[in-house]
């Protein structure tokens, strides 16, 4: 009799190893269900911060739409980007000049100063005002989460409107005794 039952079993053995065609496609098709339950959401969310958020702050808007965000924001800043002595004069003062101009409570206004390689901005209230210094980098990174107004020294005259920021460019013309940004944000 052991000999007949091992007999038996090695057939069941060998079925057993054997996979049937069916089986392994539905294994295939439930895998693919699953990648696409997980993909489909993945994409869709990608698409809409794609077409809709993104946008919003990247793309070119009207002025009013920034000067819209730039008023209801609590902190602001400024930042003035300078290659030389009169070009920080000149920017710097067209920096001040603006933030009188918008009217905001000059607490919440940040003013970075920066170079090609550090960066100054005032800390603290400007009845007692006190300065830091830090890398350029520390300065862009700071200014990505508030509204904020690029003024850039450059031999063309040309402003860009974002959503949440405003990109200046002006020439010594531009930038000299007066500063037309000033007038443009009453």
Request: aromatic share 12%.
């Amino acid at each position: 009799m052991a000999k007949s039952e091992e007999k038996k079993k090695e057939p069941e053995k060998k079925g057993a190893s054997e996979k049937k065609p069916g089986a392994q496609t539905a294994k295939k098709e439930s895998g693919i269900a699953t990648l696409l339950i997980i993909l489909v959401p993945i994409i869709v969310l990608f698409l809409v911060f794609y077409f809709v958020v993104l946008p919003s702050s990247l793309v070119t808007v009207p002025f009013t739409t920034f000067k819209s965000n730039y008023d209801s924001a609590h902190q602001v800043a400024i930042f003035v980007t300078y290659s030389n002595e009169s070009q920080f004069v000149n920017e710097a003062n067209c920096a001040i000049a603006v933030t009188e101009a918008l009217g905001k409570n000059p607490n919440n206004v940040t003013i970075y100063y920066s170079n090609s390689t550090n960066c100054v901005y005032k800390t603290g209230p400007y009845t007692n005002i006190s300065v830091a210094n830090g890398t350029r980098t520390f300065c862009i990174s700071a200014v990505k989460s508030v509204p904020t107004i690029f003024l850039n020294y450059s031999y063309i005259n040309s402003t860009v409107s974002t959503a949440y920021n405003l990109y200046v460019y002006g020439n010594d013309n531009y930038w000299g005794p007066n500063c037309p940004l000033e007038v443009d944000m009453h």
